[in-house]
């Protein structure tokens, strides 16, 4: 085994996952569970093709030979080994998964930094809520000298994160469901309206890495996109600075949220004037 993977390159050896190991503190446990995962299954395969083509050819017909074969039932044996393999099969493969499912949605008890990220039609708010600082960000913008359909990259909403801390991201919604996807962290998460979902990493390269929307959200989902820059703490401290320069201290919280009455949003429910109460009394 080893002989045949020394001729592998790295973007096999990662079973052609887009992303570089190393990149964040779960991704080489991905890759490890898919790879892994890839080599039982085509064991599982092989051996499969392989009894198949060997009982096609050695019980094929011969010349001369009429009738039907003898026929065999209930082969307690056999019928017991094409129970079990597939049963330890499916608890491993659930054992496994489950064991780095934990691993990776670990909370974090003392996180460096808190960061809330809002998704909305179609781009995404970063709250730097240790900070006390936020991004705005809009949507995709068309390159008007591409006809292509390429998209400003400088438009682009961008999140940093500082390289080596554990970071805590708070996922949220303003409107509909969507869903926060980092390709290279090989990581994504739902956000919802009226609930928080959470995703813990440490960032351990640098470098800037794309994300996208990854629940089809209404019409312009297909912008709904943001880069991830992974930076040193000095670059991460002058961007927080940049953006208190530009005035942006504080967070952009629940009341950009479109849907401001959903139960759990926090906001105080309208109070009922007289005038409709009087509507619905009649009502
Ligand atoms: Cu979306």
Redesign the pocket.
């Known amino acids: 085994m080893a002989f045949i993977l020394a001729g592998c390159t790295q973007e096999q050896m990662q079973g052609w996952l887009p992303t570089e190991p190393g990149t964040t503190n779960n991704v080489d446990r991905v890759i490890g569970l898919w790879v892994t995962s890839w080599i039982v299954l085509l064991v599982v395969g092989v051996v499969t093709w392989g009894l198949t083509i060997w009982a096609i050819v050695v019980y094929r017909r011969r010349k001369g030979q009429t009738g039907l074969p003898t026929q065999l039932r209930y082969n307690m044996p056999i019928e017991i080994f094409y129970t079990i393999v597939p049963l330890i099969l499916v608890l491993g493969f659930f054992a496994f998964t489950a064991q780095d499912q934990s691993a990776i949605e670990a909370k974090y008890d003392n996180p460096d930094e808190v960061i809330q990220v809002y ?1 909305k ?2 781009a995404w708010d970063f709250n730097y809520i240790s900070q006390d600082a936020y991004s705005p960000g809009i949507q995709g913008q068309p390159n008007p000298d591409d006809a292509n359909g390429s998209l400003v990259e400088s438009e682009i909403p961008t999140l940093y994160l500082p390289v080596g801390k554990k970071i805590e991201i708070q996922l949220d919604s303003r409107d ?4 926060f996807w980092v390709i290279d962290f090989l990581y994504k998460k739902d ?1 919802l309206p009226g609930k928080t979902n959470y995703m813990y990493v440490t960032p351990e390269r640098e470098g800037t890495f794309a994300g996208k ?6 019409e312009y ?1 297909s912008m ?1 996109l943001f880069n991830v820059k992974v930076v040193s703490q000095q670059e991460y401290d002058d961007y927080i600075q940049s953006l208190k320069d530009a005035g942006q201290s504080g967070i952009l919280g629940p009341e950009y949220n479109r849907n401001d009455n959903l139960p759990g949003i926090g906001t105080p429910a309208k109070e009922e004037t007289p005038e409709a109460a009087a509507v619905s009394n009649a009502g």
């Open positions: 998704g039609q179609w509909v469901i969507h869903s956000m929307c990854a629940e089809l959200c209404g989902h709904m």
